[in-house]
């Protein structure tokens, strides 16, 4: 099992990134997903789970309407499209799942299986 994340970079505020994660080993749309980040001197943090048992989605306060988690079951990738970008999203953020977990737990505990992480950098 595998995750490969990429699409992090350097950003304006105000701008937008979408970050993709993509599976090899197993069929990512069976199971749920989460993104996950962590900024310097910080914990890492949950930032948005898509649920398998019922298909619905979380998100930290802080990212709600400006993030949407998703997936493409045909490219076995997960995605995380990120508006209105600000400074405070500067992070490396980090894709996660694990094939046998379909609950609605959005914490770093339920997953076993994490992506390299990517770094997202926003600029004022």
């Known amino acids: 099992v595998q995750l490969q994340a990429s699409g992090g970079g350097l950003v304006q505020a105000g701008g937008s990134l979408r970050l993709s994660c993509t599976a090899s080993?197993?069929?990512?749309?069976?199971?749920?997903i989460g993104w996950f980040r962590q900024a310097p001197g910080k914990d890492r943090e949950r930032v948005s789970c898509?649920?398998?048992?019922?298909?619905?989605?979380f998100y930290t306060d802080s990212v709600k309407g400006r993030f949407t988690i998703s997936i493409d079951n045909t490219k076995n990738t997960m995605y995380l499209q990120m508006n209105d970008l600000n400074v405070e999203d500067t992070a490396v953020y980090y894709c996660?799942?694990?094939?046998?977990?379909?609950?609605?737990?959005?914490?770093?505990?339920?997953?076993?299986?994490w992506g390299q992480g990517t770094q997202v950098t926003v600029s004022s």
């Open positions: 996660a799942t694990d094939p046998l977990y379909v609950g609605r737990y959005c914490r770093s505990e339920a997953f076993d299986y």
């Open positions: 080993g197993f069929t990512l749309g069976y199971n749920t």
């Open positions: 898509l649920y398998k048992m019922d298909n619905t989605t």
